[in-house]
């Protein structure tokens, strides 16, 4: 017979459904413990650990390392009345202590795999030293190489945006929440962040809810449809109701649209900037409209523990409305197993973190990152054995900016810098001279003299420039997009020592860089690699790694052109040398790189498209077929990317979208048939009424290497009008 006093509550019984667990815990927990559970807060102090002991707090951001982890950890599981265990959460976005590209980065690898790859391992690392949740992927669509932000998401398009989205979940999530190795994902900022007027952080978006749901949507859809356990509201104004008190994305979309179960955390006192946006009076107001609208916790914000109680009291806020958050934040915990395993075993994270199989994935990602954006007389690659290399540039052997923006726990001292890389990879006999020859940033022209000296004394130079790893991110728009300081001017000058230049590039956005893309005869992107980038690097110098990424954003000539993207709309005076048509009169109307383009040391032939059936029946799919062929001398990598345009609509549709990409590797010689298949739901948009049809009429199929080097063009017809039964 057991005791009564020693019956195991139902919530602490893994044998138990989640649901009843949670039931079982709800009704044993008082207000303010229910209020406890929605307030999360930055750090750990004595202040917080009262708290926790209060049962005042359910989750904590940025807090560190195993044994740390596992000594607050032990206050909320033995330390308080019922035991709950706190969610810690971290801003884990492209690796933990093992540090990939940056996403944008990543996104131009435009390989799902490598993205998944990478986050199980950063999800690996840092759950193993407790951190069981991630604020990211960061989703949001960036048109505007402005704002600082799009160094964090996948660029441009929702398409790869959505890819990459649902490659991040499944990467951090891995198969089961309750797996040591897996963190709960949180898609942010939903939503239309990256909308902001003039590309400046935090700034009001004002957009059409054709734009919204066509555009920038589609990726917090896929990471929902990926399974994404948590979402995080944004910062933004959208259309007059901010992002986070606004029903109609928070409740409307993503619980009745969408049927999202799990649970909606603010941005960084999003709720309490409320006030400032000036749709709530206190924080009392705005307590109500962030929770009604269906804000389930407050990041750092305070504002939910200081003003919940008193909204109930009033009647301005029912209990329930907060038991269905509680009940939401709770069922994730469960889902972790946090319940059962609190604790962490500091040994396997001394195992886990940064081991060699995290490292290899490191050098293999940054690799598959890198855009060979030019390559005149295939100055590209060197020889291995080429006498002598000037390495140029404040970026060449900088350990910081390589890690770029929201590095996590990266360490610089971990990081191969260029100058290490071409180093390690050149040949013995080869001489390796260097000259950092100005700052990122700053006016100083004194360090010229001995850069263009060193090119003069070599058979080329690798000019390494760009942005500081601070000028991307939050809070880091720049108005101006070309390279920062006097770099320019170092270009120009070292242009002048008439040495072959190869300009390596290293940022967080698309640059302006006109004059260098007219002069300089080949160009690296490498956005900001991680810890690897020395070598990912000097191998695509060397030829080591045949370059194969493709740009996921549009370069602008110049600012003047932003906002400049590829799936524009055609106007009814599409640009053309005519002077009545949509343009500029003082610089050219297509961009200085297209989104999708990024070249190899080997070419490739498209051919033999086939597309059936060409009439196409409401329960048909597109079939696209085609055949790309290797007709150079080396292995290499291919994204082959499928566009399709609706001719005529009964609204305006962008002159091509993308709806399929595949990247191959081809060997010398080798050709791949290489199939798309599209659903007629991947062809819907919102019609003149804002229903989700495809009309019937032509369709032109696009397949090239870039958005605008197109292969090869098809057509075929949609016979009858199809819709959907959601937006
Ligand atoms: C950022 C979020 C981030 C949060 C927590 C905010 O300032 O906007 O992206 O997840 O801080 O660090």
Redesign the pocket.
Known sequence: MREAGNVKPIYLDPSQPVDKRIEDLLSRMTLEEKIGQLCQY?GFTSEYEKMIMEGRIGSL??VFGAEETNRIQKIAVEKTRLGIPLILGL?VLHGYKTIFPIPLGLASTWDPDIVRKTASIAAAEAAAEGIRWT?AP?VDIARDPRWGRIA?GAGEDPYLGSVMAKAYVEGFQGRELSDLSAMVA?P??YVAYGGAEGGRDYNTVDISERTLREVYLPPFKAAVEAGAGTI?SA?NDLNGIPASANPFTLKTILRDEWGFEGFVVS??NAIGELINHGIAGDIFEAAEKALKAGVDMD??GDVYRRTLIQLVKDGRMSEERINEAVRRILKIKFKLGLFERPYVDPERAKRIVKCKEHIEAALEAARKSIVLLKNDGSLLPLRRDIESIAVIGPLADDREAPLGPWSCLGDPRDVVTVLEGIKSRASAETRVLYAKGCDVDGESIEGFKEAVEVARRCKVAILVVGESRDMSG?AACRAFLGLPGVQEELVKTVYEARVPIVEVLMNGRPLSISWSAEHIPAIVEAWFPGIQAGYAIADVLFGNYNPGGKLPATFPHTVGQVPIYYNHKNTGRPPSPDRWTSKYLDIPYTPLFPFGHGLSYTRFEYSDLEISPREVEPKDVVKIKLKVKNIGDREGDEVVQLYVNDVVASVTRPVKELKGFKRITLKPGEEKTVEFVLTLEMLSFLNHEMRRVVEPGLFKVMVGSSSEDIRLTGTFTVKNLVEFPWK
Do not use: A, I, P, V
Request: proline share 0%; charged share 30%.
């Open positions: 930055s951001l940025n801003d604020f960061m964090e949180c942010k900022h995080m910062f941005d960084w990041m750092q939050e």
